[in-house]
């Protein structure tokens, strides 16, 4: 018997097929649930970013979010300056199938697609930052209140950590070249 394996991204009026893995592997909060997801009259926030899966015949078993935020960085001089960036969110597998390599592939196919695209870092928020160090998130900081709140941090998740994704000197002024 041949398995077929797809990474692909999802069209929009497919978001809601990665809701069983979703609360399989993060719970149903019905609150977040309803602001996130949303139903098909009213749309939630998921449906302002976009989702990679790896199907295996036709079943969705991993997948990642990606959610498009501004970055806001503040200058010394004042002022401040706002660029675009990925928060990666939702990185899941199925349980019974961990530990096969395939949330390393579906990342590998959204951190190709995003540097394709011409974004300079993307970032997340994970229980355990070591997971993605291999992949190159190794850039931690500490979130404030108001980023916690607008990036759907589950409580006790204070840091974020992000993988630059191409030369920085060629994608972001010299006032955050450093930032960390």
């Not at 978001?15 to 609150?31: M, Q, R, W």
């Not at 649930?33 to 991993?62: C, L, Q, T, W």
């Not at 998130?137 to 979130?143: G, H, Q």
Request: charged share 30%; proline share 4%.
């Amino acid at each position: 018997m041949t398995v077929e394996f797809m990474i692909r991204f999802l069209e929009k009026e497919e978001y809601f097929l990665t809701i069983p893995l979703f609360e399989a592997c993060f719970g149903s909060d019905p609150g977040f649930m309803r602001d996130y997801y949303g139903d098909e009259a009213h749309p939630g926030d998921v449906f302002n970013g976009r989702i990679a899966v790896k199907e295996e015949d036709g079943r969705i078993v991993s997948m990642v979010h990606l959610k498009p935020v501004t970055a806001v960085y503040r200058k010394d001089a004042g002022g401040e300056l706002k660029l675009p960036v990925t928060y990666i969110m939702g990185v899941s597998t199925l349980p019974d199938l961990r530990h096969r390599g395939y949330m390393d592939e579906v990342m590998g196919f959204v951190m190709d697609a995003l540097q394709s695209e011409g974004a300079g870092w993307c970032f997340l928020i994970a229980v355990n930052k070591d997971i993605y160090r291999h992949l190159g998130f190794v850039y931690d900081w500490k979130l404030s209140d108001r980023e916690l709140e607008l990036l759907y941090a589950d409580d006790g998740l204070e840091d974020a950590t992000a993988c630059v994704l191409c030369d920085m000197e060629m994608k972001v002024p010299d006032e955050i070249r450093d930032c960390k």
